[in-house]
């Protein structure tokens, strides 16, 4: 079922949601504003012989869907007419609580057969806890509803982006990559004390962490996928990495295809903006059948490694690899297994440690068309 796009506010003062329901089929669900309590609603009134829903369950849940269902007294259907459902966001992770009060909006609906499916991206959120809770609602002649006391507060979490709408951030982001420019080189900056710590600790390896939650709040890899960033952007007029860096002075530098060949799967993550100008684009280069990579093939999209509009490897006339990267945007490169430092250098670098364009964390532009897709945000 649906959810069309209404405005916040009504201006019947007898009856907060009859502007918006009136002309809704059956199988419409509709949004409006609400404020305290049933006893403070205009014009609804206590009808006490209205069954309250029990035993709710939420079901087939996505970033900006999900099911709802619950028993009721069969009896009472006929004089059912609407569902009034309220919709809580989590805001304070702290809280168990349930106040009906805070609740910035209420979903009404047609009193149709269950489960119904409410979906709507200007009020649901991937990633994002919620809290529902349903009234049963009978409209009486004069326009107002009487309604049952409220069921019990059920919590659930919206989901990340599936591959279908990663698919059009993909789609997005092709728009704006501009043409290829060739590199040789993956490099990675850090402080000295990250590749001590290598060395010293890790059997001379830069292993993999947690992605951080920076970029698009729907993103499957945030906080699950484990890898290793690297960057391959080249400045246009040298052909060679920016010496200036966000993260540290001090640059491992690995041949492109140490990490990045024939035996290596490519996925696409992501693509953001943080209030510039700037576009970044997430890839993910995992070996053939590694966890990594096997955690890629359940949740993001494919690319060809040799054919797409972000990073490439080809094979030149002489046999050797080559490798390509898009001037428009900049790449952001998890590598998902462990990199020897061996198989390259570290060396200090002569820029500015420019802290401005760090992406850790980052939060990505909700008001941005370029980047930005039709699901929450």
């Known amino acids: 079922m649906e959810v069309p796009r209404v405005g916040h506010s009504v201006s019947s003062p007898t009856s907060p949601c009859?502007?918006?329901?009136?002309?809704?089929?059956?199988?419409?669900?509709?949004?409006?504003?609400?404020?305290?309590?049933?006893?403070?609603?205009?014009?609804?009134?206590?009808?006490?012989?209205?069954?309250?829903?029990?035993?709710?369950?939420?079901?087939?849940?996505?970033?900006?869907?999900?099911?709802?269902?619950?028993?009721?007294?069969?009896?009472?259907?006929?004089?059912?007419?609407?569902?009034?459902?309220?919709?809580?966001?989590?805001?304070n992770k702290n809280a168990n609580k349930f106040k009906h009060k805070d609740v910035p909006t209420k979903l009404v609906a047609k009193a149709v057969?269950?489960?119904?499916?409410?979906?709507?991206?200007?009020?649901?959120?991937?990633?994002?806890?919620?809290?529902?809770?349903?009234?049963?609602?009978?409209?009486?002649?004069?326009?107002?509803?009487?309604?049952?006391?409220?069921?019990?507060?059920?919590?659930?979490?919206?989901?990340?982006?599936?591959?279908?709408?990663?698919?059009?951030?993909?789609?997005?982001?092709?728009?704006i990559a501009g043409r290829m420019?060739?590199?040789?080189?993956?490099?990675?900056?850090?402080?000295?004390?990250?590749f001590d710590h290598a060395r010293e600790a890790q059997n001379n390896k830069m292993l993999p962490a947690v992605k951080d939650n920076s970029g698009s709040h729907g993103s499957p890899i945030s906080g699950k996928l484990e890898g290793i960033f690297f960057s391959c952007n080249?400045?246009?007029?040298?052909?060679?990495?920016?010496?200036d860096s966000p993260y540290g002075r001090f640059r491992f530098q690995v041949p492109a295809d140490a990490l990045f060949n024939r035996n290596t799967n490519l996925y696409f993550a992501d693509f953001y903006c943080m209030y510039t100008a700037y576009h970044y684009?997430?890839?993910?280069?995992?070996?053939?059948?590694?966890?990594?990579?096997?955690?890629?093939?359940?949740?993001?999209?494919?690319?060809?490694?040799a054919s797409n509009r972000f990073l490439t490897c080809t094979e030149d006339g002489d046999g050797r690899l080559a490798f390509h990267h898009a001037q428009d945007v900049i790449l952001e490169v998890i590598s998902t297994d462990p990199v020897d430092l061996s198989l390259g250098t570290v060396t200090e670098i002569s820029g500015q440690q420019v802290m401005s364009l760090s992406t850790v964390n980052a939060?990505?532009?909700?008001?941005?068309?370029?980047?930005?897709i039709s699901v929450g945000r």
């Open 363 to 372: 939060k990505k532009d909700p008001s941005c068309k370029t980047c930005n």
């Open 18 to 91: 009859e502007d918006m329901i009136k002309n809704l089929s059956l199988d419409a669900i509709q949004l409006c504003e609400r404020e305290g309590n049933k006893s403070l609603d205009s014009g609804i009134a206590e009808m006490e012989e209205l069954p309250v829903p029990q035993n709710i369950k939420i079901s087939n849940i996505t970033c900006d869907s999900f099911k709802i269902c619950w028993d009721m007294d069969p009896k009472a259907r006929e004089r059912i007419t609407h569902y009034f459902i309220d919709l809580n966001k989590k805001e």
């Open 113 to 175: 057969p269950l489960p119904m499916t409410v979906r709507g991206h200007w009020f649901l959120s991937p990633r994002t806890e919620y809290s529902v809770a349903v009234q049963t609602a009978s409209k009486q002649g004069d326009g107002d509803y009487a309604v049952s006391e409220w069921s019990e507060v059920i919590e659930f979490c919206t989901a990340d982006y599936s591959t279908v709408h990663l698919t059009q951030l993909l789609e997005k982001a092709e728009v």
């Open 234 to 243: 080249t400045e246009f007029n040298t052909g060679k990495p920016p010496q």
């Open 281 to 305: 684009v997430i890839l993910v280069i995992a070996p053939k059948g590694s966890p990594g990579d096997e955690f890629c093939k359940q949740r993001l999209p494919a690319l060809d490694i």
């Open 181 to 194: 420019l060739r590199f040789s080189v993956f490099y990675r900056n850090q402080h000295q004390e990250y």
